[in-house]
């Protein structure tokens, strides 16, 4: 299976799983210029590229100074940037001749986690990198129904991860237009806006997108769906009055409340969330 095309690369990684990486990746889907075409439904290899990072720190300490490696041919970044040219040259295999022309401008590839954030750079320095973060109690929430997560271990992971794409924001804070931070609140309570700044960080016209498709998008793996039909699943399900995704946690006592907050509070504020402090 031969690649036809060069589009460029479009990260979009999500704060965790129940984030909306399906959500969004099948909007920014619709647009003419973009392209999802699996199998490669999640790609994961960000998050197991500490692997890589330690494996391309251990050839380089193997070469001997004397060889000036480094000087002639480039040292380990060097190294692990071509690795990470081969996961985007595997990941445009997806893309076949029988894709119709003209080709792509935007590859979507999506991943619900930011582990491995840190070395996003180091591998993949002209791809976009869209980071979608969604209010921790709604992901903790939609866990424990979707996937029977425990609370406590699902608040400590989403404050971890909080944490980890500050800490990136810090580091590449002069770097705005390499990645973008998207709330799932706001793709969901002002579609059109969101998506119009997604389509100019990509650099796509969106004059070309179909906004009333979008609108029109129907339901995949949302955690209401095991209320309707006893189980979670990925077929396309008409939306119901009922669906609030905003509204996960509203059943939450208020010891649960605090106990998030004692957990992931400070991340929450910081990533621009409002705690529940009343009772």
Not at 7 to 33: Q, Y
Request: aromatic fraction near 12%.
């Amino acid at each position: 299976m031969e690649a036809v095309a060069k589009p460029r690369l479009c990260h979009i990684l999500g704060i965790d799983k129940r984030s909306g990486t399906n959500f969004l990746f099948r909007l920014l889907n619709l647009h003419p210029d973009c392209l999802g075409p699996g199998p490669i439904w999640e790609d994961h290899f960000l998050q197991h590229a500490d692997m890589l990072k330690a494996y391309t720190t251990r050839v380089a300490n193997a070469w001997k100074p004397w060889w000036k490696v480094e000087d002639t041919i480039g040292g380990q970044a060097i190294l692990l940037r071509h690795f990470g040219d081969a996961i985007e040259r595997f990941l445009r295999r997806q893309i076949t001749q029988e894709r119709p022309n003209p080709p792509p401008h935007i590859l979507l590839t999506k991943t619900p986690s930011v582990e491995g954030l840190d070395l996003f750079f180091e591998l993949f320095p002209s791809a976009y990198l869209i980071l979608l973060i969604r209010d921790g109690r709604a992901v903790v929430e939609s866990g424990v129904r979707s996937f029977g997560w425990d609370y406590e271990r699902a608040m400590q992971r989403w404050r971890n991860n909080a944490q980890a794409i500050l800490d990136f924001q810090k580091k590449h804070r002069a770097d705005t237009k390499r990645f973008i931070l998207i709330k799932y609140e706001d793709l969901v309570q002002h579609e059109e806006r969101t998506l119009r700044t997604l389509f100019d960080f990509v650099e796509l016209d969106a004059e070309r997108f179909d906004f009333g498709a979008a609108q029109a998008l129907q339901l995949t793996g949302s955690s209401d769906l095991i209320q309707q039909t006893g189980a979670l699943h990925w077929n396309e399900t008409e939306k119901t009055p009922s669906f609030n995704p905003l509204a996960r946690f509203s059943n939450w006592e208020r010891s649960r409340h605090q106990r998030f907050n004692r957990i992931a509070g400070t991340q929450m504020t910081q990533l621009g969330y409002a705690l529940q402090t009343t009772p």
